[in-house]
């Protein structure tokens, strides 16, 4: 009787399927770890920037136009102490971002003089305070010289796509969720099965090599993919993420996980390769994996660093992936769209898988 490739196959995918499921933690690290991130970036959203926190000096000024207009304006929140020692305090700890001491014009100047005094705790506040109360000066100032305004200030809002913080963020969390979950799982199973001997048995068994590693790799990517459906359901229907096609958008993103998951699943055969015992591992796992989760725009745009290091981002997978999954999810761009970053994974793919065939280890 031939010997059966394909029911080979079926049954090391199905047993490697099995495998995933016995080990809670991978579930955890992979899904609702993830799912935990999401929530919290998500609970950032839409929400426009904190109004300064001002205390009024009661030694100076609090009669005149000055005080009335930053009272009334909205640019700064006013915060009443009745204990100084409390509000220097506050101060100090960068609760309170600055005490404002309007000074009266005396007979010697011909204008009041307005002490902004703040800490090291907040001093980034300044410059914002600074411009918030020059823009008061000038009002009262036009207003009491009955100079009308050289320009009027009109505003707009045409039709458009809000952005939202969850776009940013879930895109970047599925390439987290991604990157961990596809290293720890190959580098772990394959470095197992080969020192337990399992993979020297498959050897000497009639099945292919290949189909061993297309097999775990198999069950691997269908558990990996039925995570990112996952969060990306959670993501649309309860935080409302952006898919601005619809169901395409979403089956263009389940395609691109799928090409990470193809490279990422390489590098962790070459880890599983070269690591000499299971303690190892996870430092190099870390070693690969987050210095991309810290400069691929995973929490934070790119846009942050020097260029230098803009330029050394640039060549992550994890950051082809993540402009990529952002591009299709949000901007409504097309998977062939999207050809300079499948480009650079194809590079990555073909230098992995390179690597793989140099490197890769059956006992």
């Not at 080990?23 to 929530?39: A, G, H, N, Y």
């Not at 005080?67 to 609760?95: C, F, H, M, P, W």
Request: aromatic share 12%.
């Amino acid at each position: 009787m031939k010997y059966s490739q394909s029911k080979a196959l079926w049954a090391i995918t199905k047993a490697s399927f099995k495998a995933i499921f016995s080990q809670p933690s991978s579930i955890f690290f992979s899904l609702l770890f993830p799912i935990v991130f999401i929530l919290i970036f998500g609970a950032f959203t839409d929400k426009p920037p904190a109004i300064r926190k001002v205390a009024i000096d009661p030694a100076g000024d609090t009669t005149g136009v000055l005080y009335d207009s930053l009272v009334k304006s909205g640019l700064i929140n006013i915060v009443r102490y009745e204990d100084t020692l409390q509000r220097n305090e506050d101060l100090a700890k960068g609760k309170l971002d600055a005490v404002l001491l309007i000074k009266k014009a005396s007979d010697t100047t011909a204008a009041a003089h307005i002490v902004l005094r703040s800490s090291e705790a907040s001093a980034g506040a300044l410059p914002g305070l600074v411009r918030s109360v020059d823009y008061a000066t000038l009002r009262i100032q036009l207003d009491q010289s009955h100079i009308k305004r050289a320009y009027t200030i009109q505003t707009q809002i045409v039709p458009g796509k809000k952005y939202r913080s969850i776009d940013f963020v879930l895109p970047g969390q599925l390439g987290f969720s991604i990157l961990f979950s596809t290293l720890f799982g190959i580098a772990f199973v394959f470095f197992n099965l080969r020192e337990q001997l399992v993979l020297k048995r498959f050897y000497a068994s009639p099945v292919k090599k290949l189909n061993i590693l297309i097999g775990i790799g198999t069950s691997r990517l269908f558990f990996q993919l039925m995570n990112v459906v996952v969060l990306i359901l959670v993501g649309h229907f309860f935080l409302n993420f952006t898919l601005v096609h619809g169901a395409l958008t979403f089956v263009e993103m389940l395609l691109l996980s799928i090409v990470m998951l193809f490279l990422l699943m390489g590098v962790g055969l070459i880890i599983s390769s070269i690591a000499r015992n299971d303690t190892v591992i996870p430092l190099m796992i870390n070693v690969v994996g987050f210095p991309q989760l810290l400069l691929s725009g995973t929490f934070f745009p790119i846009d942050v660093f020097p260029k230098w290091l803009q330029q050394l981002c640039e060549l992550l997978p994890l950051t082809q992936f993540n402009d990529a999954m952002r591009k299709i999810s949000f901007e409504g761009l097309h998977l062939y769209d999207c050809w300079r970053e499948l480009g650079y994974l194809g590079l990555w793919i073909l230098l992995v898988y390179f690597g793989v065939s140099k490197l890769m280890r059956w006992e």
